[in-house]
């Protein structure tokens, strides 16, 4: 909704409409409302990136682009929107910091750069750096990466927020219990983003037509609906074991195939 791309599709030119009618519905029904997002490697024009003769544009015209676009789109609704992912997904699988066409042209610091003028352009908003967990071998190893490349960015705001994604069919107390664990020690609040319903739900190719890939087009039976309850339900417990550290549970993306 306030990606990069659909807000900013050109240099010149802003589009408002949607992500407007977005904000008042959460205001209207006094919600909080969160941005997402501000600073990302995908969903970005291609002309932000690209320099008056058609090369790379140099560092300054990417901090300068940068700045006028969080400083519009934070500053139109600031007030309106409680928080926002200033970064989204800057670290890559293996822990290193990703070679996107913000750190190819800025350098490192353009994820500090962005916390920058995301409080500038509205101080009283929380900002939070989003990143993607999985629970593959060296998840321990990746989240402590993580957490150093982002350290730049502490500075420029109040807290230190990183949401991560969560699999429905990982909620084992047993594992889920030391990830929470940790954000506690380290005082990371967490924020469970995109929390996954797979395999009880079919895993749907993206671009598939949903009349031929979805079983369940009239609505889950019974015994599925009180499995996914059931997953849920376990999630939430360590969730609540840990309100502390977890302040904030996402769940979104109805047309997402992968997630709700």
């Given at each position: 909704m306030l990606k990069f791309q659909p807000t900013q599709p050109a240099a010149d030119r802003y589009a408002f409409d949607a992500a407007d009618r977005y904000v008042q519905f959460g205001l209207d029904r006094h919600m909080q409302v969160v941005g997402h997002n501000l600073v990302w490697h995908s969903q970005t024009g291609a002309w932000v990136f690209e320099g008056a003769d058609g090369t790379p544009a140099d560092r300054e015209t990417l901090?300068?682009?940068?700045?006028?676009?969080?400083?519009?789109?934070?500053?139109?609704?600031?007030?309106k929107i409680h928080g926002w992912d200033v970064v989204n997904e800057a670290v890559d699988e293996d822990g290193s910091l990703r070679k996107s066409p913000w750190q190819a042209g800025m350098g490192d610091d353009y994820i500090a750069k962005a916390?920058?003028?995301?409080?500038?352009?509205?101080?009283?908003?929380?900002?939070?750096?989003?990143?993607?967990?999985?629970?593959?071998?060296?998840?321990?190893?990746r989240r402590q990466q993580a957490r150093s490349r982002s350290a730049g960015?502490?500075?420029?705001?109040?807290?230190?927020?990183?949401?991560?994604?969560?699999?429905?069919?990982?909620?084992?107390?047993?594992?889920?219990?030391?990830?929470?664990?940790?954000?506690?020690?380290h005082r990371i609040e967490g924020h469970v983003h995109r929390a996954r319903h797979q395999p009880l739900l079919p895993n749907t190719p993206r671009g598939a037509d949903p009349?031929?890939?979805?079983?369940?087009?009239?609505?889950?039976?019974?015994?599925?609906?009180?499995?996914?309850?059931?997953r849920y339900a376990d999630v939430f417990r360590v969730f609540l074991k840990h309100r502390d550290a977890v302040t904030r549970v996402t769940f979104w993306g109805l047309s997402d195939a992968d997630s709700c």
């Open positions: 901090l300068a682009r940068m700045r006028d676009h969080i400083r519009t789109v934070v500053g139109r609704y600031r007030g916390f920058e003028f995301a409080h500038e352009a509205d101080p009283d908003a929380e900002l939070y750096y989003k990143r993607i967990q999985s629970r593959e071998a060296g998840q321990a190893r960015a502490q500075a420029a705001h109040r807290r230190h927020r990183q949401p991560g994604a969560l699999a429905a069919r990982d909620a084992d107390h047993r594992r889920d219990r030391p990830v929470a664990g940790r954000a506690v020690r009349a031929v890939a979805n079983p369940y087009a009239n609505g889950l039976p019974a015994e599925i609906q009180q499995q996914l309850a059931r």
